[in-house]
Nanobody, 121 residues
Framework: QVQLVESGGGLVQAGGSLRLSCAAS????????FSWYRQAPGNQRELVAG???????NYADSVKGRFTISRDNAKNTVYLQMNSLKPEDTAVYYC???????????????WGQGTQVTVSS
């Protein structure tokens, strides 16, 4: 089985920084895309940042210039560096990955359990 485990969330003051990590473990042949989503109370889950296997990235307009997504292929880990945090960034952040478990299987989508980020004003 494949698992995504996030870490790095917490409470920070506005203007501060946090770095989220998401490590994939289990039987993995390849990890294609990694993404970070977030969901605030009463809101739908939204895409924050995406990183494709070819290296291209995309960001929500609200985080451009403040957040950076990166990955360590050797560790099957994706990171989200969040700078200049704002109270409106408060949400549960979820890691998402498109993973091929063996060379004979199609890719499947996996989600982490989520990590809380709270930004105080």
């Amino acid at each position: 089985q494949v698992q995504l485990v996030e870490s790095g969330g917490g409470l920070v003051q506005a203007g501060g920084s946090l770095r989220l990590s998401c490590a994939a473990s289990g039987r993995i042949f390849s990890i294609n895309d990694f993404s970070w989503y977030r969901q605030a109370p009463g809101n739908q889950r939204e895409l924050v940042a995406g990183l494709r296997s070819v290296g291209s990235t995309n960001y929500a307009d609200s985080v451009k210039g403040r957040f950076t997504i990166s990955r360590d292929n050797a560790k099957n880990t994706v990171y989200l560096q969040m700078n200049s945090l704002k109270p409106e960034d408060t949400a549960v952040y979820y890691c998402n990955a498109r993973i091929q478990r063996t060379m004979f299987r199609v890719e499947e989508i996996y989600w982490g359990q989520g990590t809380q980020v709270t930004v105080s004003s």
